[in-house]
């Protein structure tokens, strides 16, 4: 992605960070025609003209007032994972059988600290995901069964990460990733398929 595509995309999403904050976590699976809501005390599915609600069994959520949301992604299978804000735990929603699961996840760093995920997003073509935490200012790479963390070493600091949207370049095996906070948004370049660059990410 060239200088001035990365930025048109930080331009573009700094429009709708301020609204995206403000108004419930909604993510659109238009490939199956769901839409998925995060709500109080769980997920609500609306697909068609139908809708279902998930509650999420041992949710830890922490007010708005005082922490960014927690965040919500679709993965490979069509399946919703669901964040806390205050506990490195995952909640996987699957709707073909009504399924919710809870994942604990083990770090590979912080540990004993609560990291909860303020930002998550899955990365197709890396079949990872990758999550925020507001608090502690860090990037996560999450395996794709939920099992593992792998903090992403940074140049700076990610403050106040309250979501998280993914680019995929098109000229280089590079992962752009936009962070939307409470100020501006912050671009971030991680390569996680290049060995040499695998473990370092450049915020601008």
């Keep these: 992605m060239s200088t001035r ?21 909604t993510v659109q699976d238009t490939q199956r025609n769901r839409t998925w809501t995060l709500e109080r005390n769980g997920v609500q599915l609306r697909e068609g003209t139908q809708k279902r609600r998930f509650e999420l069994p041992g949710w830890i959520n922490i ?16 399946a919703l994972v669901v964040t806390s804000n205050a506990v490195p735990i995952l909640w996987r929603v699957t709707p073909a059988n009504g399924q919710v699961t809870r994942h604990e996840l083990v770090l590979d760093a912080d540990a004993g600290k609560d990291v909860g995920f303020t930002g998550l997003t899955y990365a ?28 992403v070493p940074t140049s700076a600091a990610i403050r106040n990460g309250c979501g998280l949207a993914l680019e995929r370049t098109k000229t280089r095996r590079t992962v752009v990733l936009c962070v939307r906070g409470l100020a501006a948004p912050r671009l971030i370049e991680a390569c996680p398929e290049q060995a040499v660059d695998a473990d370092l990410a450049l915020i601008r």
Excluded: M
């Excluded at 573009?12 to 995206?20: D, E, G, N, P, Q």
């Excluded at 007010?63 to 299978?77: G, K, V």
């Design 63 to 78: 007010s708005e007032d005082y922490e960014c949301r927690p965040d919500l992604a679709i993965d490979a299978q069509g």
């Design 5 to 25: 595509n990365v930025k048109a995309l930080a331009v573009l999403l700094s429009f709708v960070a301020t609204a995206a904050l403000a108004e419930p976590r």
């Design 124 to 151: 197709v073509d890396q079949g990872v995901f990758f999550a925020v935490s507001a608090t502690h200012g860090s990037l996560w790479r999450i395996d794709p069964l939920l099992r593992r963390a792998q903090q």
